[in-house]
Each structure stands twice: as C-alpha cells, then as structure tokens.
C-alpha cells in the first residue's frame, strides 16, 4: 500500500472494529504523519462515526450461537403458522424443532419464549 493510502486504510479498517488497524492511526498521529485533505476527511468520517448515538432495539445475536438458532428457529414457527391456518403456535414450534437436528439443547419453551417476545405488538 503506497504511503498515500496508509494513513485513510487504516482508518477504513479500523471503522471495521479491526483494533490492530487503530493503534496504527493512533501511532501515525503521535508521529505527526503529514495528513492530506483525504486523510483529514476520513479521520472525521471516524470520529463521527465513534460519537453515533447507539442503534435503539435488541442487539443482534451472534450468528450461530444458541440464542440466533432459537430466533431462526421463532421465524421459521412464525411463517410457518401463517401458511397454514390450522396449526398452532405451539404444534409449528414442535414440528420445526424435530426438523431441526443442528442444536438438540434448544428446548420448546424457548422458542415459545422467544415467539411470545418478538410476538407483534396489538394497538390499544
């Protein structure tokens, strides 16, 4: 990477949570690397970025843990109890969980669990 591009890399890669990327800007900066227009713009592009207010709602469940099998799981019980009216929740939520065999410790009342928490919410 030419030495153009070192300095706005690095920040692009650390807007990207890569912590090795930040401590080679934060060493740039201490060592009064020269800082085109460029660079100047994707340094505050970044801290913009860092001083964003939090995204409202529950955090995404990290892909392949128990609690995001049990989500896929809820959505699948979900459409399919809408395809088909005469099952139940709970008769849908049981045929999913015998089709599913990747995590045998996911139980029924989780996933009744979880529809109950996700359910949509009725006016008032």
Same mark, same amino acid.
């Given at each position: 990477?030419? #030495?153009?591009?070192?300095?706005?890399?690095?920040?692009?890669?650390?807007?990207?949570?890569?912590? #090795?990327?930040?401590?080679?800007?934060?060493?740039?900066?201490?060592? #009064?690397?020269?800082?085109?227009?460029?660079?100047?713009?994707?340094?505050?592009?970044?801290?913009?970025?860092?001083?964003?207010?939090?995204?409202?709602?529950?955090?995404?469940?990290?892909?392949?843990?128990?609690?995001?099998?049990?989500?896929?799981?809820?959505?699948?019980?979900?459409?399919?109890?809408?395809? &088909?009216?005469?099952?139940?929740?709970? &008769?849908?939520?049981?045929?999913?969980?015998?089709?599913?065999?990747?995590?045998?410790?996911?139980?029924?009342?989780?996933?009744?669990?979880?529809?109950?928490?996700?359910?949509?919410?009725?006016?008032?």
């Amino acid at each position: 990477m030419s #030495d153009d591009w070192k300095f706005r890399g690095n920040v692009y890669s650390a807007l990207q949570a890569k912590a #090795d990327a930040l401590a080679e800007v934060i060493r740039m900066l201490r060592e #009064d690397h020269p800082l085109t227009a460029d660079d100047k713009r994707a340094l505050a592009e970044f801290i913009e970025w860092l001083t964003l207010p939090p995204k409202r709602g529950r955090p995404q469940a990290e892909v392949f843990s128990v609690t995001w099998h049990i989500q896929r799981i809820a959505q699948e019980v979900r459409q399919r109890a809408e395809r &088909d009216d005469s099952l139940t929740l709970e &008769d849908a939520a049981l045929r999913a969980l015998a089709a599913q065999e990747i995590r045998p410790e996911i139980t029924l009342e989780q996933v009744l669990q979880e529809l109950r928490r996700a359910a949509k919410k009725k006016p008032i």
